[in-house]
């Protein structure tokens, strides 16, 4: 296991691997422990960042103007050693930069930076992505983390996620796991929807748009953790069916369309970068009193 950073405050306690630059742990001061555990009987993640895709390709290949390169489901990113760059008590910067292994399957100059950064009771964390390249790069960016469910004592409550908009976005779901672009009804009523566990049989719930900057995850009656989202326009939500953690994961990008082409560039919502052109994604978490 590599050895982790932990950046915190008189509030929160935050652990960072550097394999992925993923977030091992999220710990208030009295104790309670608000990300999943990462227990392999369910799901070894915990809060991967997903680059250069989100999602699967079509037999697990993409093209690349044309040339076809080898890429795992969500990219290279979270299996990738990164390198600490900077770190403070509240801050750590972790750093990816092109290799020959990722040449072989994303043939582009890169540097993929990821931030982990504490102030009060709220964590944010920063993905920044540098076209070092002399050509403009197609890639998908994605946030993938596992909170508690149930959160610390909120068991037998209801959980609820809440759009800060309110809104009623449409659902798409994964076919063999690609999307299935063909719309469905919304589960949310009025920005509000009561998880349950069944909701989740057939895989990912995935909004492609219209789930807005913001929302909370609570218990009824109980804590709630605030979410806010920069440059992150597709949302999806995920779990095991009776694990206990759900993945609220804000995307830009999304798995390949079933049926449509391989081309990176063509797949949903694509970042297309110009030659030395910096993109931010990052969301921000605050933990209840």
Not at 65 to 79: E, I, L, N
Request: hydrophobic letters at 45%; charged letters at 20%; a negative charge.
């Amino acid at each position: 296991m590599p050895t982790l950073i932990r950046i915190g405050n008189q509030d929160l306690t935050v652990d960072i691997s550097p394999l992925g630059a993923e977030m091992q742990a999220l710990t208030s001061s009295d104790g309670r422990s608000w990300l999943w555990t990462g227990d392999a009987a369910f799901w070894t993640g915990r809060s991967p960042i997903l680059f250069p895709i989100v999602g699967k390709a079509p037999d697990d290949k993409i093209a690349i103007d044309g040339t076809v390169y080898p890429m795992a489901q969500h990219g290279f990113a979270r299996r990738s050693e990164f390198a600490l760059a900077a770190s403070t008590e509240t801050m750590c910067r972790f750093e990816l930069t092109a290799s020959e292994a990722t040449r072989a399957v994303y043939p582009f100059e890169f540097q993929l930076a990821v931030v982990h950064a504490v102030e009060d009771r709220a964590l944010t964390v920063t993905a920044e992505v540098t076209n070092r390249d002399q050509k403009p790069i197609p890639f998908g960016l994605g946030f993938h983390s596992a909170f508690a469910w149930p959160l610390p004592g909120a068991a037998g409550r209801d959980h609820i996620v809440t759009l800060a908009n309110e809104g009623e976005p449409a659902l798409v779901r994964l076919t063999g796991g690609l999307i299935n672009p063909v719309p469905l009804p919304s589960p949310f009523d009025a920005g509000r929807l009561v998880l349950d566990h069944t909701m989740f049989e057939q895989d990912a719930m995935i909004f492609p748009k219209g789930a807005g900057e913001g929302l909370s995850y609570g218990a009824e009656g109980g804590p709630a953790m605030q979410f806010r989202f920069e440059n992150l326009p597709n949302l999806a939500l995920w779990t095991k069916p009776g694990a206990p953690f759900l993945c609220i994961e804000p995307w830009h990008g999304t798995a390949a369309e079933a049926g449509r082409s391989s081309e990176l560039s063509a797949r949903p919502s694509t970042t297309i970068l110009a030659p030395g052109a910096v993109a931010r994604f990052a969301f921000t978490v605050e933990i209840p009193q």
